[in-house]
C-alpha cells in the first residue's frame, strides 16, 4: 500500500473555476500526496450536477475562488495516507460530499445522516487546507465540497469515499452514486417509506423530482402525480414512473391541492414530496396531503430559508411535514445497497444519462444542463473512453 511518504506530488489537468460565472480554464494543477486519512484518487468519470452550477454562479456565496468544482464521480484509489485502513490503492471508490465518519453520535443513529464529527466546512474537512496548487504560478487552488472531481486527481478525505466492491457496476452508472439521482431515490425509500399501492404527488419534475417519482415506484406507489408549470417534463416524468400530471397554469381558478384531491376521490396523496424550493409550494404540498397520515418531505431549498405557513389544526389531524438532506442516505451504509440494485436493475440510471463528453469540453456541460433534455452529462476524463451516443 502506497502511503504519503512515499507518494510524490502529481501533477495533470483540471478545470480550475477563477471566477463567478465564468468558464472553467484547462490548468496544469499539482495536487500534493494525501495527509493522515486522505487519499488520492484517480477520476475515471465525473457529471455535473445543479449544486456546482449554484456554487458557480454565487458571486457572494460561500465558495472561494480559484476552486476545482464537481462532486459527482468515480474513481480509483492511487496512494493512501497514513492512517487509512478502509480503502487500498486500485480500488474503485465513489467521493461524497457528506461525511460518514462511523462513529459520532449521528453516524451510529439510525436516525441520523449527518455526520457532526465532520460536518461541512470549506477546504479538506480536518484541516480546512487544500492539496491543489497552479504548477506554474503554486497559487493555492481552493477544493469544493469536500471532493472537486474537475480534476484528473483528487484528494478526499477517507470520510467522504464511498469503496464499492463486488461486481463492477459500469463507471457510469457508479458516478451518478455519488449525488443527485440516488439521494433523491433515497428521500421515497429513506425519509418517506413509501409504502405498495400508495399514491404520491411530486411538486417540480426537476432531476430531484423525477428521481423522487422513480424511487416512488421502486417502492411500489400506484398512482404518482407529477406537478409542473413546464408540460414537456411530463414526457420524461412518463418514463421514470409519473402516471399522471397537472400543470398549474391549466386548472383556472382551482388551487393544485384542490385538484389533486379531486383526483384521490377527496382524500389527498399518501406522500408529496416538493422539489423546488418555493415554500408556498410546500404548503400547497403539505395542503394536498391526506388526513390521517399524509406526508409531506420538502427537498427543495428554499435560499431566503423563510417559515412555512401551515394549519396548526392540519398537523394535529395526522398530517406530518419532514426534510429530507441528501435523501437521509448514509453514504458507506446505503450506496454500496443501491450499486447492488444497480446492478440487479432494480435502479434505473441510465435513463438520466442523456449526455456524454470528454473532459476538455466541460464547459459544455454547464450549458446543456440549462435545457429540459438534459439530466446528466457524463465528463469522461479519458476523451478516449468516451462513449458514443448522445
Ligand atoms: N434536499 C436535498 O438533498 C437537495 C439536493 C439537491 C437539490 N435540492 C433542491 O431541490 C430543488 C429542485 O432541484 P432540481 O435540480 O430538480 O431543479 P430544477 O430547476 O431542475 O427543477 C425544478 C422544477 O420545478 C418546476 N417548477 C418551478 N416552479 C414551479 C411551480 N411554482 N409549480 C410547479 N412546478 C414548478 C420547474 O419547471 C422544474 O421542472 C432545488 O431547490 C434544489 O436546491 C435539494
Ligand atoms: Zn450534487
Ligand atoms: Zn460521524
Redesign the pocket.
Known amino acids: 500500500m502506497e502511503h504519503n511518504s512515499i507518494a510524490r506530488p502529481i501533477r495533470c489537468k483540471a478545470a480550475v473555476c477563477k471566477a463567478a460565472g465564468e468558464p472553467l480554464e484547462m490548468e496544469e494543477v499539482e495536487v500534493a500526496p494525501p495527509r493522515a486519512h486522505e487519499v488520492r484518487v484517480k477520476i475515471v468519470c465525473t457529471s455535473l450536477c445543479?449544486?456546482d452550477i449554484t456554487f458557480w454562479r454565487m458571486k457572494d456565496g460561500p465558495s472561494m475562488f480559484p476552486c476545482i468544482l464537481g462532486h459527482e464521480a468515480v474513481g480509483v484509489v492511487e496512494s493512501v495516507g497514513e492512517q487509512v485502513q478502509e480503502v487500498a490503492v486500485g480500488d474503485t471508490v465513489v467521493p461524497v460530499f457528506l461525511a460518514q465518519c462511523g462513529e459520532c453520535a449521528d453516524c451510529l443513529s439510525p436516525r441520523s445522516n449527518l455526520c457532526s464529527a465532520l460536518p461541512y466546512r470549506p477546504g479538506m474537512p480536518r484541516d480546512g487546507t487544500t492539496r491543489f496548487s497552479l504548477a506554474a504560478s503554486g497559487e493555492p487552488v481552493h477544493n469544493f465540497l469536500s471532493v472537486s472531481s474537475f480534476a484528473e486527481y483528487t484528494v478526499v478525505d477517507v470520510a467522504h469515499v464511498v469503496r464499492l466492491g463486488g461486481d463492477a457496476l459500469p463507471p457510469e452508472q457508479a458516478c451518478l452514486l455519488g449525488c443527485g439521482r440516488v439521494?433523491w431515490v433515497g428521500a421515497a425509500w429513506k425519509v418517506a417509506a413509501v409504502e405498495p399501492d400508495s399514491t404520491v404527488a411530486v411538486?417540480?419534475?426537476?432531476?430531484?423530482?423525477l428521481a423522487v417519482a422513480q424511487g416512488s415506484k421502486m417502492r411500489g406507489a400506484t398512482r404518482i402525480i407529477g406537478?409542473?408549470?413546464?408540460p414537456d417534463?411530463f414526457e420524461i416524468g412518463k418514463k421514470l414512473g409519473v402516471t399522471e400530471f397537472v400543470n398549474?397554469n391549466d386548472i383556472g381558478e382551482q388551487t393544485v391541492s384542490e385538484v389533486i384531491k379531486e383526483m384521490t376521490g377527496g382524500a389527498g396523496a399518501d406522500y408529496c414530496f416538493e422539489?423546488?424550493?418555493?415554500v408556498s409550494?410546500m404548503a400547497e404540498a403539505f395542503k394536498s396531503s391526506r388526513i390521517g397520515w399524509g406526508k409531506t418531505v420538502v427537498?427543495?431549498?428554499d435560499g431566503s430559508a423563510a417559515p412555512i405557513s401551515i394549519p396548526s389544526f392540519d398537523i394535529m389531524r395526522g398530517r406530518s411535514v419532514v426534510g429530507?438532506?441528501?435523501?437521509g442516505i448514509k453514504p458507506k451504509d446505503d450506496i454500496p445497497v443501491l450499486a447492488n440494485k444497480c446492478l440487479h436493475k432494480e435502479l434505473e440510471l441510465d435513463e438520466f444519462i442523456t449526455h456524454r463528453m470528454g473532459f476538455d469540453d466541460i464547459n459544455r456541460a454547464f450549458d446543456l444542463l440549462a435545457q429540459v433534455q438534459c439530466l446528466r452529462c457524463i465528463i469522461w476524463m479519458d476523451g478516449a473512453e468516451q462513449k458514443a451516443g448522445a
Not at 411538486?203 to 423530482?209: E, K, N, P, T
Not at 406537478?227 to 413546464?230: C, G, R
Not at 429530507?324 to 435523501?327: I, L
Open positions: 445543479h449544486t439521494h411538486f417540480g419534475l426537476g432531476a430531484v423530482g406537478v409542473d408549470v413546464n417534463k398549474p422539489c423546488i424550493g418555493s409550494v427537498l427543495g431549498v429530507s438532506y441528501f435523501g
